[in-house]
């Protein structure tokens, strides 16, 4: 299992990114995802997370009501939608895939997750 994110960049505060992470194996729709982030000098932390169906979501307090992920199964890809960005988002964001196919995992903690993207660096600036 291969991840691998896109989308980082830098962006003023109040802004809006999208971050993408393509996964690549056969059978993406059986493997829930997550984002995570890690801000320099700190440790890494939750974010996101989705089930395998979508229907179970569950997000950090830090960004509940700014941030979406969302996945698209048929193009092996998770999504997370950033908006009001804010300065204390400034992180490389990693996704990750959980290797476990009942319908409603959605884990909130790291190790859960076996497969990781390399992570893309989100840059808000003030």
């Known amino acids: 299992v291969q991840l691998q994110a896109s989308g980082g960049g830098l962006v003023q505060a109040g802004g809006s990114l999208r971050v993408s992470c393509a996964v690549y194996v056969r059978t993406f729709g059986t493997y829930p995802m997550a984002w995570f982030r890690q801000a320099p000098g700190q440790e890494r932390e939750f974010v996101a997370t989705i089930s395998i169906s979508g229907r179970r979501i569950s997000y950090s307090d830090a960004v509940k009501g700014r941030f979406t992920i969302d996945r698209d199964n048929a193009k092996n890809t998770v999504y997370l939608q950033m908006n009001s960005l804010k300065p204390e988002d400034t992180a490389v964001y990693y996704c990750?895939?959980?290797?476990?196919?009942?319908?409603?995992?959605?884990?909130?903690?790291?190790?859960?997750?076996?497969?990781w993207g390399q992570g893309t660096l989100v840059t808000v600036s003030s």
């Open positions: 990750a895939a959980a290797n476990s196919a009942r319908n409603d995992y959605a884990p909130r903690v790291s190790d859960a997750y076996e497969y």
